[in-house]
């Protein structure tokens, strides 16, 4: 392009217009100013001196503009007539030259004639368009219409309006068409040919012409330029500041909330008055909006021109006080705060009458900024509170109307009684209030008007002055936000969370962050950068940068531009006001703002802006702080519990035993009932169930799921699959199976001490062998059960009665006398009659007892007898020990730890515990089992001869310990063994020991066995005490002491001190025990020591 | 993850075992109590060495006769890491997620962490996700899960996972 470009820019149009052009910052500084000087005159539209002085300073300009017109079309006259070699400094010289000649003025022309900077390469390229095509079209179509044509001033129509380039564009015709001009030219200018070849030269160079020099010349052209228009910018903004020389600004104090009326007023004023003979002597009025409330501004040359300006203006007080204001402060004035903004879709809150504090979304915003139009979720009662007997004036209408001002009169306002807010429904509204429903447009058929109120899509749609309205720091909620968006006819949410987020981001003072926050700037310029905020000051968070370029750096943000930033799978916490509060969850996805997450407790997946959250500590919280937690179980009323399925912040959510829920205050709450862990209940078939325990309810909806509560024959379930009340459903106990049994509770009885069968080595060494406690004695010979009459224990045909007529090893068949029927059950189930004293003992006792009978002991026996019905209680129990009763020790063991109860007791009792035994014994089988107990203590005098008893017994058993009195002889050895063989055993057994041994299998011992099992366990009873109560130490000590120690022990000792004396006989045992003693000693270090225990024994 | 982890722990041992093979007791018992066991960081799988156990000497904790030994051991230890891929089977699954099980770790796959082209079809029996192809999950469904976040408690874990990507889903 180049010259050539050139050349059509001063000719061109393009030129023209940006030379026009008001807008651009690189015009000059005058042209700067003659803008802004125009704005001011928009606002001002007063005509005070200054702006007459400006207009004219403008028309200045202008004139300037047209003689640098003019001269610029001579010197491009000039220039064409010269050759193209000269053409461009010629420019740059023209250029030059009219810098200094027109200064600043021409730094405009200069800027019109060639472009921006910004729009330079649209230029280069037009204008080399133009070269190619658009110019010498023109002209061609131009000159030749000269040359052939008179026409004079034909105005090309591109052409019309360019009066600035008349300067360039006239030429020609005026060169051409005017003789005088003539001369002004070079020779042959009006020559049309010669410009063509001209132009055709050009063009030519023009493209010949490499790009780099094009650039070159294009950077020398336009280089120069921006250094000036940047200049121009800068400038102005100085040269602006209000000076001396200016008018000054009053301030006038006036009504508050009238500002903006009186200005327009004032503003009306002048327009009015301008040009007539009398103008407004006052420059331009304003308010401060919100900032100065109760002041308009007035800016004028005096302060008398206010007084006269303000005349008859209603709600300004001129005369009270006018305040200048000083020239610094003056642009302050005009600086713009930006003002909040309601935008349609934004969600204001109202502040009084009806609706005071709900949440509204704004449908539309008056032009004057003083109204607005909202969307709000009507409260209305469709006449449901109307006294129906109230009189009816004039047809209801004027009842109607005394009906709401007195409800007003009552307060309508009052949160208590307001209706709740519910979408407009014309079905409820046609009920009673038909005759103030009013559909409003036929095709649209949610455009309702009722009780003068207009409702669409079920929204109240009322105007309120924005005064009225809270629209800083509403914080909706998304709660009630989701109201507005029920909206849509498909039934699809359309919540425009952008506004929400927008409306919330105004209320940022609540937004808090704390060091530790993982933030994210969303906006402004730091964009995208995430971190960790090290430290927050008033609106500014500083962040330690962790990713990205700035990683590392420290940067201060403003809370603005922030927000919290989480990562799926993050364990956070509900801080903000949602509904939600204080739930915690772990986050399954994230979209902008808001963030889902799964809750812990309720295992339900919730939604909340991130700014609610916050990261928890990655242990699992309990949810709610307060007195109640979820899980609780709560007394509601003396007949009524329930089980806490969700806590909020004020009120807690209960399914009670009917499994009805309600939401109810902590103060409906008489108590909350601890859970009682060994609380017992019976499935439906019949089996016991407890806390923890999973079940299954029969029938009805098939609820299963783990106990938590077992409140008389209620369970609280918990089920965790289950969504509704946070997973927690409530049965009848007698609705329920047994699933499974936590830690398929069998042993222990709600027994809290320890677990004796894992705790007794000697058992576990039986587990060892491979049978976990041991078989009955098998006995041979003819089974005693047949032909006996039964009683059936256990099981479907509990309490009948049958005879015996088949047996195998473990069952038996009976056939019952009342539905003359055989069934088989097992022969642990059935009842016998005790040949001696009639009562019911089991089969192996009644197997048993006979074989001993048989053994020939009958002094024993007789004791045996005594002792029978001392344990039976314990059999009866149910217990299978039984058959280990017979084996030895074991069952004996087996018996306490499984039964557990008193019964076991007594059992060990027998021995230790003999009181019962005793008891028994002397009452000959009394059947009293505690109060045997009982008396035992007493009895433990008595002892003696019950220990005699034992002694006699030692023979059998367990005596051993006793055996050293009685028949020492046989027993030791069973004893010995023991002894060797299970060292360990001992320690704590010790007196037991001996009872072990039988079971480990001293075969010799068995002969003699029930017996033996029966003192063994008596000795054993310290295995008893633990039990229990696991205060085992004295025990221990009982064993080494040698029994005798029973003195040592705690309280039970007593009995055994009682008995110790006789028996124990330990001696015989001791001696195994020191063995044992010996070995071991190392492994446990023994407080006890032998020497107290050999003290005791001898001293024993 | 797998680890093999020392641990210690403390045993309490009732008079009843003292005795020759109270080292074998307080094994037994180590085991007993420990493997299977979750601590709310890892789950406790196996333990190991059991021949090089460190035991202390046995103190008699006094007021109760029972006797305390620090017992050193070495455990193969599993914990579950976030991001970690592992491969589950499905508990159970409703509308909002899937329930599966890592091993002993309870996991949660929420129906954002499922691709949106596998859908929740309530009609099917049972009631499963589908893709209606080849992609069925329902109760016993082999999945491969990414961990996206895992929380403990006291002695149990919970997990949250993700099929919402290549190679995770079904197996």
Same mark, same amino acid.
Request: include cysteine.
């Given at each position: 392009m180049s010259s050539a470009a050139l050349l059509d820019q001063d000719f061109g149009s393009e030129s023209e217009d940006d030379n026009f052009n008001p807008a651009p910052a690189e015009d000059s500084d005058n042209d700067a100013a003659g803008d802004s000087d125009e704005e001011v005159n928009v606002r001002t539209n007063g005509n005070g001196a200054e702006q007459r002085r400006r207009p004219s300073e403008q028309q200045a300009h202008d004139d300037d503009e047209d003689d640098d017109n003019d001269a610029e079309g001579s010197f491009a006259n000039g220039r064409q007539s010269n050759g193209h070699g000269t053409r461009v400094s010629a420019d740059e010289e023209d250029e030059g030259t009219k810098g200094n000649g027109a200064g600043r003025l021409n730094a405009t022309e200069n800027g019109g004639d060639d472009e921006d900077e910004d729009e330079e390469e649209e230029?280069?390229?037009?204008?080399?368009?133009?070269?190619?095509?658009?110019?010498?079209?023109?002209?061609?179509?131009?000159?030749?219409?000269?040359?052939?044509?008179?026409?004079?001033?034909?105005?090309?129509?591109?052409?019309?309006?360019?009066?600035?380039?008349?300067?360039?564009?006239?030429?020609?015709?005026?060169?051409?068409?005017?003789?005088?001009?003539?001369?002004?030219?070079?020779?042959?200018?009006?020559?049309?040919?010669?410009?063509?070849?001209?132009?055709?030269?050009?063009?030519?160079?023009?493209?010949?012409?490499?790009?780099?020099?094009?650039?070159?010349?294009?950077?020398?052209?336009?280089?120069?330029?921006?250094?000036?228009?940047?200049?121009?910018?800068?400038?102005?903004?100085?040269?602006?500041?209000?000076?001396?020389?200016?008018?000054?600004?009053?301030?006038?104090?006036?009504?508050?909330g009238k500002e903006r009326e009186i200005v327009f007023a004032l503003t009306k004023r002048i327009e009015e008055r301008a040009g007539t003979k009398n103008p407004m002597p006052v420059i331009s009025a304003f308010e401060r909006g919100g900032t100065m409330i109760g002041y308009i501004y007035i800016e004028a040359r005096r302060q008398a021109d206010i007084h006269t300006a303000l005349e008859g203006i209603m709600n300004v007080y001129p005369r009270t006080s006018i305040v200048m204001v000083p020239i610094k402060e003056m642009p302050d004035l005009l600086r713009v705060t930006k003002s909040e903004s309601l935008v349609p879709g934004g969600y204001v809150r109202i502040k009084r009458g009806k609706y005071a504090g709900d949440l509204a979304q704004i449908d539309e915003v008056e032009t004057n900024g003083l109204m607005a139009s909202l969307r709000i979720v009507p409260r209305l009662d469709y006449g449901q509170a109307e006294d129906n007997n109230a009189p009816m004036v004039d047809g209801g209408i004027r009842g109607e109307a005394q009906k709401r001002k007195r409800q007003n009169a009552v307060g309508l306002n009052n949160p208590a009684t307001r209706p709740p807010p519910r979408l407009f429904s014309d079905v409820e509204a046609k009920k009673k209030h038909l005759k103030f429903l009013q559909q409003m447009s036929t095709f649209d058929k949610k455009h309702w008007q009722y009780m003068g109120d207009t409702y669409i899509s079920g929204f109240l749609i009322k105007d309120f002055r924005i005064q009225h309205l809270t629209t800083e720091n509403v914080n909706p909620t998304l709660e009630e936000v989701t109201r507005f968006t029920a909206g849509a006819e498909d039934g699809t949410e359309n919540l425009d969370l952008s506004a929400l987020a927008a409306t919330l981001k105004k209320g940022t003072s609540n937004e808090n962050y704390l060091p530790g926050d993982m933030v994210e700037v969303y906006e402004g310029e730091q964009q995208g950068v995430s971190g960790k905020a090290v430290a927050v000051r008033g609106d500014i968070v500083t962040i330690a940068v962790i990713d990205g370029e700035l990683r590392g750096q420290n940067i201060e943000v403003p809370v603005k531009g922030l927000r919290k930033r989480f990562k799926e799978g993050d364990h956070v916490k509900v801080i903000g006001g949602s509904r939600y509060r204080d739930e915690v969850g772990m986050v399954v996805s994230i979209k902008n703002d808001t963030v889902t997450l799964l809750s812990d407790l309720s295992m339900q997946e919730i939604t909340v802006f991130s700014k609610d959250l916050r990261e928890a500590s990655d242990t699992g919280v309990a949810g709610g702080l307060g007195r109640y937690d979820i899980h609780d179980l709560v007394q509601l009323d003396p007949a009524t519990v329930g089980c806490v399925t969700k806590v909020d912040r004020e009120s807690l959510r209960v399914l009670d035993q009917n499994g009805s829920t309600r939401s109810i205050m902590p103060s409906q709450i008489s108590n909350k009932i601890e859970k009682r862990r060994h609380a017992v209940a019976t499935d439906r078939n019949g089996s016991e169930i407890r806390t923890d325990d999973t079940v299954r309810e029969i029938g009805g909806e098939s609820k299963q799921g783990v106990i938590l509560h077992i409140y008389r024959s209620?369970?609280?379930?918990?089920?965790?699959?289950?969504?509704?009340?946070?997973?927690?459903?409530?049965?009848?106990?007698?609705?329920?199976?047994?699933?499974?049994?936590?830690?398929?509770?069998?042993?222990?009885?709600?027994?809290?001490?320890?677990?004796?069968?894992?705790?007794?080595?000697?058992?576990?060494?039986?587990?060892?062998?491979?049978?976990?406690?041991?078989?009955?004695?098998?006995?041979?010979?003819?089974?005693?059960?047949?032909?006996?009459?039964?009683?059936?224990?256990?099981?479907?045909?509990?309490?009948?009665?049958?005879?015996?007529?088949?047996?195998?090893?473990?069952?038996?068949?009976?056939?019952?006398?009342?539905?003359?029927?055989?069934?088989?059950?097992?022969?642990?189930?059935?009842?016998?009659?005790?040949?001696?004293?009639?009562?019911?003992?089991?089969?192996?006792?009644?197997?048993?007892?006979?074989?001993?009978?048989?053994?020939?002991?009958g002094g024993y026996a007789g004791n045996m007898g005594g002792a029978t019905p001392g344990r039976e209680p314990q059999w009866q129990g149910g217990r299978t020990p039984v058959p280990m009763a017979t084996g030895g020790r074991t069952p004996a063991w087996g018996a306490g730890g499984s039964s557990a109860r008193t019964p076991a007791w007594s059992a060990n009792a027998s021995t230790a515990r003999t009181p019962m035994w005793r008891q028994d014994a002397v009452s000959s089988n009394g059947g009293g089992r505690t109060p045997a107990y009982n008396a035992g203590a007493d009895g433990s005098r008595t002892v003696n001869p019950y220990a005699d008893g034992s002694r006699t017994v030692n023979p059998y058993g367990g005596s051993t310990s006793y055996g050293g009195a009685a028949g020492g002889?046989?027993?030791?050895?069973?004893?010995?063994?023991?002894?060797?063989?299970?060292?360990?055993?001992? $320690?704590?057994?010790?007196?037991? @020991? %001996? /009872?072990?041994? *039988? !079971?480990? &299998?001293?075969?010799?011992?068995?002969?003699?066995?029930?017996?033996?099992?029966?003192?063994?366990?008596?000795?054993?009873?310290?295995?008893? $005490?633990?039990?229990?109560?696991? @205060? %085992? /130490?004295?025990? *221990? !000590?009982? &064993?080494?002491a040698g029994s005798t120690p029973a003195a040592i022990g705690g309280a039970p000792t007593p009995k055994f001190s009682g008995d110790a004396p006789t028996p124990f006989s330990g001696q015989p045992e001791t001696p195994g025990w020191r063995g044992e003693a010996d070995d071991e000693p190392s492994d446990v270090t023994f407080p006890i020591q032998q020497g107290r225990f050999l003290s005791t024994i001898f001293g024993s | 993850?797998?680890?093999?982890?020392?641990?210690?722990?403390?045993?309490?041992?009732?008079?009843?075992?003292?005795?020759?093979?109270?080292?074998?007791?307080?094994?037994?018992?180590?085991?007993?109590?420990?493997?299977?066991?979750?601590?709310?960081?890892?789950?406790?799988?196996?333990?190991?060495?059991?021949?090089?156990?460190?035991?202390?000497?046995?103190?008699?904790?006094?007021?109760?006769?029972?006797?305390?030994?620090?017992?050193?051991?070495?455990?193969?230890?599993?914990?579950?890491?976030?991001?970690?891929?592992?491969?589950?089977?499905?508990?159970?699954?409703?509308?909002?997620?899937?329930?599966?099980?890592?091993g002993p770790l309870p996991t949660f796959v929420s129906k954002h962490m499922i691709p949106s082209d596998i859908k929740w079809d309530p009609n099917a029996t049972p009631p499963q996700f589908t893709d209606n192809g080849d992609q069925v999950i329902e109760k016993g469904t082999h999945l491969r899960i990414k961990i996206m976040g895992t929380r403990s408690d006291v002695g149990s874990m919970f997990a949250i996972g993700s099929i919402k990507e290549d190679f995770l889903g079904t197996l």
């Open positions: 230029e280069e390229e037009e204008d080399e368009e133009e070269a190619i095509s658009g110019r010498p079209r023109k002209r061609a179509r131009r000159d030749p219409r000269n040359q052939f044509l008179d026409v004079e001033a034909e105005v090309d129509e591109e052409d019309e309006g360019d009066e600035e380039d008349e300067g360039d564009q006239a030429d020609p015709f005026i060169a051409e068409t005017h003789p005088d001009d003539v001369a002004d030219l070079p020779d042959g200018a009006e020559t049309d040919d010669r410009r063509h070849r001209e132009l055709d030269r050009q063009r030519e160079r023009a493209q010949q012409m490499d790009a780099e020099k094009q650039a070159q010349l294009l950077r020398e052209k336009y280089g120069r330029r921006t250094a000036t228009n940047a200049d121009a910018v800068t400038v102005p903004k100085r040269l602006l500041l209000p000076s001396v020389d200016d008018p000054s600004i009053w301030g006038v104090k006036c009504k508050q209620f369970l609280f379930l918990h089920n965790r699959e289950q969504t509704e009340n946070s997973g927690i459903s409530v049965v009848r106990a007698s609705n329920v199976a047994t699933v499974a049994a936590k830690g398929g509770r069998v042993a222990h009885g709600g027994n809290t001490g320890p677990d004796l069968n894992k705790m007794n080595p000697a058992l576990m060494r039986n587990g060892v062998n491979g049978n976990g406690a041991m078989a009955p004695p098998k006995t041979f010979g003819r089974d005693r059960a047949l032909d006996q009459t039964v009683t059936i224990r256990k099981g479907p045909y509990k309490g009948l009665l049958g005879i015996v007529k088949d047996t195998t090893d473990l069952e038996a068949r009976v056939e019952l006398h009342t539905k003359g029927k055989t069934i088989t059950v097992p022969k642990d189930t059935l009842g016998f009659k005790d040949p001696l004293t009639g009562q019911s003992i089991d089969y192996t006792r009644f197997a048993g007892t006979r074989g001993r009978g048989g053994g020939g002991r002889g046989s027993r030791t050895p069973a004893w010995n063994p023991t002894a060797t063989s299970s060292s360990y055993t001992h $320690d704590p057994f010790s007196s037991r @020991t %001996p /009872a072990h041994e *039988p !079971s480990s &299998g001293r075969t010799p011992a068995p002969s003699y066995p029930t017996p033996q099992d029966l003192r063994p366990y008596d000795a054993p009873t310290p295995g008893k $005490d633990f039990t229990t109560a696991p @205060t %085992p /130490a004295a025990h *221990p !000590s009982n &064993g080494y | 993850m797998y680890f093999l982890h020392d641990m210690e722990r403390t045993i309490t041992l009732h008079p009843s075992f003292f005795g020759p093979r109270v080292k074998e007791y307080i094994r037994g018992r180590l085991m007993e109590d420990v493997e299977g066991t979750c601590t709310g960081q890892f789950y406790i799988i196996c333990v190991m060495d059991t021949d090089t156990q460190d035991f202390s000497e046995g103190r008699v904790v006094p007021g109760s006769a029972v006797a305390e030994y620090t017992v050193h051991y070495r455990a193969v230890v599993w914990r579950p890491f976030k991001g970690e891929t592992v491969d589950a089977i499905v508990s159970s699954v409703n509308r909002e997620g899937i329930f599966a099980d890592v």
